[in-house]
């Protein structure tokens, strides 16, 4: 009876609605006036500690997520319609999974015990199970779905669908898409800020960060970019600094936007076309990867970025880094006929 009483008295409650995304508000502009540094000429200070042989045939891969408590580093294989996970630990391959088609965008969220993954081939998103490392769920819906978030509090998952020009909601108890969210846009990385508690989608093609809402979904502001920073695509926050750093995919720049004012403090330049952004917090230092095969190499300095160099692969355009290790992560399509893992260690990390 007691045990009744408590189940009863627990269900009654009152349940603490999640907090507002503290970002709303008008549509803003963030212009830029000012100059544009010259590309470093130094190389990166960045060493090769091994190449870790992948599966798969020579071809493209695409985002990576790594989830520090176990050291396993999810990898998207997008050529091979795979999804390959690394225990970064070991040095070596601890599963290969199909049916992943055409695989973008993955997040391991080790909150929910699950990996999710973009698979543009099936329309769908990917539903893993991260210990049993098999797949539990398959979401249809977006037209090409790409980078993804996770809202904590809300539980959803958001998923950029590019060409769709939406974000899709999932609600990860039910596996089930529960709003879709119109950018009008193409739909660059969606990202979340866990301190204003907002989710940040860059809309490609109308030069904007969209903000949104994870409790309501809907937009709640829209901030438009000076052409310094054309055609948004990367996006990574720093949430602790109020910070984000967004990849201009056609300009090859990398805007900072600050958080407190939604005002550009920086644009700096990075290899042609950049995709997908790394930041290790212990040591302050972001890595930009583009298609170009370049990675920018940058140290956070009160509030601003330093350049630190260009570290150069032949189809270097993704890159995971493992804060506790300070180990950097490069898949590499192509190297001798076969695909490996690049791992590499900053020289000036002691």
């Known amino acids: 009876m007691l045990a009744f009483w408590l189940t009863a008295i627990l269900i009654a409650a009152p349940q603490t609605p999640p907090a507002a995304c503290t970002l709303a508000g008008p549509a803003v502009e963030a212009p830029w006036t000012g100059a544009v540094p010259r590309a470093p000429t130094a ?19 695409d985002y990576q997520s790594l989830e520090s408590t176990t050291g396993r580093l999810f990898i998207s294989h997008m050529g091979a319609g795979q999804l390959v996970v690394v225990d970064v630990r070991a040095g070596r391959v601890i599963a290969n999974l199909d049916g992943f088609p055409t695989v973008t ?45 996770y809202a904590p509090a809300e539980r959803r998952v958001f998923v950029s669908d590019e060409s769709g020009r939406q974000d899709f909601v999932l609600d990860v108890v039910t596996n089930t898409v529960v709003a879709r969210i119109d950018l009008d846009g193409e739909a660059g990385n969606t990202q979340y800020d866990p301190t204003s508690h907002c989710v940040i989608v860059a809309v490609q093609t109308a030069n904007q960060l969209a903000i949104i809402d994870p409790a309501t979904a809907t937009i709640v502001r829209r ?51 950049p995709d997908v952004l790394a930041f290790d917090p212990a040591l302050g230092r972001l890595y930009v990867a583009a ?60």
Do not use: C, M, N
């Open 105 to 149: 965008g993955v997040l391991a969220v080790p909150a929910e015990h699950r990996a999710y993954a973009s698979a543009t081939g099936d329309h769908a998103i990917v539903v893993v199970d991260d210990s049993a490392l098999k797949i539990v769920a398959r979401v249809s819906g977006p037209r090409f779905p790409d980078g993804i978030a």
């Open 43 to 61: 190389p990166a200070p960045l060493q090769v500690v091994a190449d870790v042989p992948l599966p798969g045939s020579a071809s493209r891969f």
């Open 223 to 273: 901030i438009t970019l000076d052409q310094a920073v054309r055609y948004p695509h990367g996006v990574y926050i720093d949430a602790p600094h109020r910070l984000a750093f967004i990849a201009g995919e056609e300009s090859g720049t990398l805007g900072v936007l600050d958080l407190r004012t939604l005002q550009l403090r920086q644009v700096l330049r990075v290899g042609s076309d």
């Open 291 to 350: 298609e170009s095969g370049v990675v920018a190499v940058f140290e956070e300095r009160d509030g601003s970025l330093a350049q630190r160099g260009w570290y150069r692969a032949p189809g270097a355009h993704s890159v995971a880094v493992d804060s506790g290790t300070h180990r950097v992560y490069l898949p590499l399509a192509d190297r001798g006929g076969s695909p490996l893992l690049r791992v590499l260690t900053p020289t000036d990390s002691h």
